[in-house]
C-alpha cells in the first residue's frame, strides 16, 4: 500500500532525557533528509548539525536513513537522535510539519507497517502488548507474539483447514471421481487433527490473555485495621489518606505497585462495616464490586482485637484467594511471621513502625498470572473468540462428514478457515483496525 503523506513524530516518551528521537516515514523522507542532512548512506549513521529557519544550530545529532522496502514501515524512513530537551525535538517537529510532514496519528507507524505486509495484525498488537507489559514473564510473551509463534500456529492451522477443503471441494467438482468411505475416514482423522490443534491454540490464547491482564489486589478489612497504611507502606508513597477516624476511605484508592519484573494493581478500598451515610455505603459498595474481580484480597486484621466470626464468614464467602494480614503487632507484641490459619495464609506485621511487610512483598513477588510463561504468547480477546468461532465450525463440520454432507463441510470448513485468516489480518475493517492503532503512543 503506498500512502501520499509523509508523517512525523516524537517516538520518546515526554519530558527529558539523554537522548530523543524523530521517526519519519512517507515518500518525501528522502527528500527532506537530502535537504537538511545531505547525503546519508542507507543504515549508516550520520553526525550532523540540526538548523532551524534562520540557520541557528537547534542541536547535534545522529541521523539514519532507511530504503524502502528494509525499514520498519516498509517506507522511506528516517531516524533523528537528538538530545532528549522537549523543545528541541518539538522545535524541529514543527519545523517538518511545517512545509514536509504532517504530525503521526498513534500508531500510524506500526499501522503502515501491517498495511505494507511487514507486518501481521497480530504482531502488530504484540508491539503495543510489548511497550504495555506489567510483567517481565508478559514481556517475554509479547516478543514471541512479535517474533511471530502465535502467528505461525495459525498459518499452519490456516494451511491444513484449506487443504481439506480443497481436496472435499474437488469432489465436489469432479463427481465422476466416486468418493469412497476410505476418503470420509481420512477427512474425519484430518478434521481430528486440527481440530485438536484448534483446541491447544485455544487454551494458549488464554493463558496468553491473561498474562496480558495486570494482576489486581485488593486490600480489604474494617474500618482503622490499617488498610490504608499498609497499602502506603506496600507503595512507598502517601498515596492514601491516613486517620483514626472511622470511613475516612470512601473511594478505591487505585495504585500501580512494582513488585520485582511484575507491576500489579493494588486497590485500597474502603472499610467494611454497617453504616447510614450513603456516600459510606457506596463507598463499601464499590470496595466489594471491584474485590470480585481481583486476583487476591489482602484481608487486614487489627492484631489487638483479633479475627472474629464475621471475619471469617466474609473470607469463606469469596471464591477468590485470601491472605490475612494481622497488622500492628507492634501492639501486641507479637514476632514478624507467616503461615497458615484455617486454611488461609497470613503474615504477622506492622505497617507503622515497619515490621514484617518486606516477607509479604516476597509473597506477593510469587505470584504469576498463568503457570504456562515459558510457552505462552500474548493474545486478545478478539482472537480467543475468533478461535472459538473456527472450532465450532470444525465441529459442524465433523458431523457433516458423518452424514457424507460434501457441501455443508466444505462451507464451514471454508468459515473456520476465515476465522482464523481474520486473526491475521485477513479481512479486516477499517473499525477495527482504529480501535487497534488508536491505543498506539503517538511515534510507534
Not at 2 to 26: H, L, M
Not at 193 to 203: A, G, H, M, N, W
Not at 332 to 355: I, R
Request: hydrophobic share 35%; net charge negative.
Amino acid at each position: 500500500m503506498k500512502n501520499e503523506d509523509t508523517i512525523v513524530a516524537i517516538s520518546t516518551a515526554n519530558g527529558k532525557s539523554a537522548v530523543g528521537i524523530i521517526r519519519v516515514s512517507g515518500p518525501k523522507t528522502n527528500a527532506i533528509s537530502e535537504l537538511f542532512f545531505g547525503k546519508v548512506k542507507p543504515r549508516y549513521a550520520k553526525y550532523v548539525k540540526i538548523r532551524d529557519e534562520n540557520n541557528h544550530i537547534i542541536d547535534d545529532a545522529i541521523v539514519i536513513r532507511y530504503a524502502a522496502p528494509s525499514s520498519y514501515t516498509g517506507e522511506d524512513m528516517l531516524e533523528i537522535q537528538m538530545h532528549g530537551n522537549p523543545v528541541l525535538l518539538e522545535k524541529f517537529q514543527d519545523i517538518l510539519c511545517e512545509k514536509y510532514c504532517r504530525l503521526a496519528k498513534p500508531g500510524e507507524f506500526t499501522e503502515r507497517a501491517y498495511l505494507n505486509n511487514k507486518i501481521d495484525l497480530v504482531q502488530a498488537e504484540a508491539v503495543i502488548d510489548l511497550i504495555n507489559s506489567s510483567s517481565y514473564d508478559a514481556s517475554l510473551a509479547a516478543q514471541r507474539s512479535l517474533q511471530g509463534k502465535f502467528s505461525k500456529n495459525l498459518m499452519e492451522i490456516a494451511d491444513e483447514i484449506l487443504n481439506i477443503r480443497t481436496s472435499l471441494e474437488s469432489s465436489i467438482n469432479f463427481p465422476e471421481d466416486d468418493i469412497d468411505e476410505t476418503s470420509f475416514e481420512k477427512h474425519k482423522n484430518d478434521l481430528d487433527q486440527v481440530t485438536k490443534k484448534v483446541k491447544y491454540l485455544i487454551e494458549n490464547a488464554k493463558h496468553g490473555l491473561k498474562l496480558n491482564s495486570q494482576i489486581k489486589i485488593s486490600i480489604l478489612g474494617k474500618p482503622n485495621v490499617g488498610k490504608s497504611t499498609l497499602s502506603n507502606c506496600l507503595l512507598g508513597e502517601q498515596a492514601s489518606i491516613v486517620s483514626e477516624t472511622p470511613g475516612t476511605t470512601r473511594d478505591i484508592v487505585k495504585n500501580d505497585l512494582n513488585l520485582g519484573d511484575n507491576v500489579v494493581t493494588l486497590f485500597d478500598t474502603a472499610g467494611l462495616r454497617k453504616t447510614d451515610d450513603d456516600i459510606e455505603i457506596k463507598g463499601i459498595d464499590l470496595s466489594l464490586k471491584t474485590s470480585e474481580q481481583s486476583d487476591l484480597i489482602l484481608y487486614v486484621i487489627d492484631d489487638a482485637f483479633g479475627i472474629d466470626s464475621i471475619d471469617m464468614q466474609f473470607l469463606k464467602s469469596k471464591k477468590i484467594e485470601c491472605w490475612i494480614i494481622f497488622n500492628k503487632i507492634d501492639k501486641t507484641e507479637k514476632n514478624a511471621e507467616t503461615g497458615t490459619y484455617e486454611g488461609y495464609k497470613y503474615f504477622n506485621l506492622s505497617a507503622d513502625p515497619v515490621s514484617g511487610v518486606e516477607t509479604l512483598k516476597l509473597e506477593l513477588m510469587s505470584i504469576r498470572n498463568t503457570g504456562h510463561e515459558k510457552s505462552a504468547t500474548l493474545a486478545r480477546e478478539r482472537h480467543v473468540e475468533s478461535l472459538k468461532a473456527s472450532l465450532k465450525n470444525l465441529y459442524n463440520a465433523s458431523k457433516y462428514n458423518d452424514n457424507q454432507q460434501l457441501d455443508l463441510i466444505a462451507e464451514e470448513l471454508r468459515r473456520s478457515h476465515l476465522h482464523i485468516k481474520d486473526i491475521l489480518g485477513g479481512d479486516v475493517d477499517e473499525e477495527l483496525l482504529d480501535k487497534i492503532f488508536s491505543n498506539f503512543c503517538i511515534g510507534k
